[in-house]
Nanobody, 116 residues
Framework: QVQLVESGGDSVQAGGSLRLSCAVS????????MGWYRQAPGKPRELVAG???????KYANSVKGRFTISGDKAKKTVYLQMNSLKPEDTAVYYC??????????WGQGTQVTVSS
């Protein structure tokens, strides 16, 4: 049984920073299974940042240079550092662990609101 819990969402002004955390319960934890997604009202959920097999990372073009994904194996936690936030970053952010079908786990999300 696996459970993901996000935290760190808040309301901030444009140009500010936030760090989101995703705590993973259970014995399974590997960075290459983890990723961050976001969903704004009326829009589909989209990939923001994730790990590529081998330890590399990938990012949506809209957040490159501003967001950084990282993890702590000992704490079974994945982070998303968000800098230079823009109003268009406003969304619910979700942590995901995708081991492989049919194993696909999501957190309940944390709200990030960026005011202009």
């Amino acid at each position: 049984q696996v459970q993901l819990v996000e935290s760190g969402g808040d309301s901030v002004q444009a140009g500010g920073s936030l760090r989101l955390s995703c705590a993973v319960s259970g014995s399974i934890f590997a960075l290459n299974t983890m990723g961050w997604y976001r969903q704004a009202p009326g829009k589909p959920r989209e990939l923001v940042a994730g790990f590529i097999v081998g330890g590399s990372t990938k990012y949506a073009n809209s957040v490159k240079g501003r967001f950084t994904i990282s993890g702590d194996k000992a704490k079974k936690t994945v982070y998303l550092q968000m800098n230079s936030l823009k109003p268009e970053d406003t969304a619910v952010y979700y942590c995901r662990m995708r081991i492989g079908a049919p194993y696909d786990y999501w957190g309940q999300g944390t709200q990030v609101t960026v005011s202009s």
